[in-house]
C-alpha cells in the first residue's frame, strides 16, 4: 500500500465537504463521514486508481492522508497528488475571500456559518461537461439518477480490498460507442443523448481538444464550446467554476443561485440574470465562490439547519 500527506490550506472544513458529498451523489465517490474519510476513482491516463483519503488535523491545522494499492511511477503519483490537490482546492486561501465577503452585512454571517468551506471539483473536464449536459433543465436528483446509469453501462468498475465496487467515469471513447438509443433506453432525452454522444464523438475525433482549455481564458473558452450543439453559456460556466476551478464565474441563470440571493438579500421580487449580474459585480473576483456559499446557504435552509440570516 502507497501512502503519502499532503497540506491543505487553512480553514479547511472536511465536515462542510464529506457533508456535500453525501448530498450529491456519485458512483466514483464513497464517503464515511464518521471516520471523515472517502474512497475515489481517479483517472491516471485511462487507468482508473481506487484512491483512500482520510482527512487529518482540524480546520486550522488539516492535512490530507492518501493511500492506493495501485502501483504508480514518480510521475504517475505526482499527477495524482495534482489532480488530489485541485479536486478538493487544496491550495484555495479563503482569508483573502473572507475579507472581503465580510464588507457586506448580508454575507459576513456566511464566513462564519460555512467557515472552511470550497469547491469539490472534478478531476476530469469531459466528466464536468457530461454531467453538466445532463444537468440541464432537470432537478438534481434526476440528474444524479441519469448520470449513475450513464456510469453503470459503460464506466470502468475497481473494487477494494473488501471486495466493494465503486465504477470509473466512462472514458470519451467509451461514451462516443453509444448509440442514442442505448441512452434513450436509460430515461435520457433524445436531445441530451445526441448532445452527449457529440460531444464525446468530438473529442475523440479531435474536433475539441480539452487540454488545450488550460491556456485560455473565460471567455474564449465560452466562445470555443459554445460552438457545439447542445452547449451554451451556462453550461460552460459550470464547467469553468467545477471542472477548471476557475474563481469568478456567475451562472446568473442557475434557479438555486437566484433563490439564495433572495433569501440572503431580503428581496420582495425576483431577481432576473442581469440583476443577479450587476450585484455579482462587488464579488468580483472570487464570484465562483460567492456562489457556492449562497448555495449552501439555500441547502442549510433546506436541511432546517439552525440558521438565521
Known amino acids: 500500500m502507497n501512502c503519502w500527506i499532503i497540506s491543505l490550506t487553512p ?37 482508473p486508481v481506487l484512491v483512500h483519503m482520510q482527512f487529518m488535523g482540524s ?58 468551506l470550497r469547491l469539490t471539483l472534478d478531476a476530469d473536464l469531459f466528466q464536468c461537461m457530461v454531467k453538466t449536459i445532463i444537468g440541464q433543465q432537470i432537478n438534481l436528483t434526476f440528474a444524479a439518477n441519469l448520470t449513475q446509469r450513464l456510469v453503470t453501462l459503460a464506466g470502468d468498475p475497481v473494487e477494494n480490498q473488501n471486495g466493494e465496487g465503486l465504477i470509473a467515469f466512462p472514458t470519451p471513447d467509451a461514451v462516443a460507442r453509444l448509440t442514442v438509443e442505448d441512452l434513450r433506453s436509460l430515461q435520457f432525452s433524445q436531445r441530451k443523448a445526441e448532445y452527449i454522444i ?20 473565460d471567455e474564449e473558452i465560452i466562445t470555443y464550446l459554445t460552438s457545439l450543439r447542445g452547449i451554451g453559456r451556462w453550461t460552460v460556466e459550470c464547467l469553468l467554476m467545477f471542472g477548471m476551478g476557475r474563481p469568478d464565474l456567475l451562472p446568473a441563470a442557475d434557479i ?23 450585484l455579482g459585480e462587488k464579488w468580483a473576483p472570487w464570484r465562483s465562490i460567492y456562489c457556492l456559499y449562497v448555495w449552501e ?13
Open 59 to 116: 480546520l486550522e491545522e488539516p492535512a490530507l492522508r492518501y493511500e492506493t494499492q495501485s502501483t504508480l511511477s514518480t510521475t504517475d503519483q505526482q499527477l495524482l497528488e495534482k489532480m488530489i490537490r485541485h479536486t478538493f482546492s487544496a491550495d484555495l486561501d479563503l482569508s483573502i475571500i473572507y475579507e472581503q465577503m465580510r464588507e457586506e452585512s448580508e454575507l459576513a454571517i456566511l464566513t462564519e456559518r460555512f467557515r472552511g
Open 256 to 278: 438555486g443561485l437566484r433563490n439564495g440571493i433572495i433569501h440572503l438579500y431580503g428581496m420582495e421580487t425576483k431577481p432576473n440574470e442581469n440583476d443577479i449580474r450587476k
Open 198 to 217: 457529440d460531444f464525446a464523438r468530438a473529442i475523440v475525433n479531435e474536433t475539441v481538444d480539452l487540454e488545450r482549455l488550460w491556456t485560455m481564458k
Open 11 to 47: 480553514p479547511y472544513s472536511f465536515d462542510r465537504l464529506l457533508r456535500r458529498l453525501e448530498t450529491h451523489p456519485d458512483t466514483q465517490i464513497r464517503v464515511n463521514k464518521e471516520k471523515n474519510s472517502l474512497q475515489r476513482v481517479f483517472r491516471i491516463g485511462l487507468r
Open 297 to 309: 446557504a439555500v441547502g442549510a435552509i433546506k436541511r432546517k439547519e439552525i440558521f438565521e440570516l
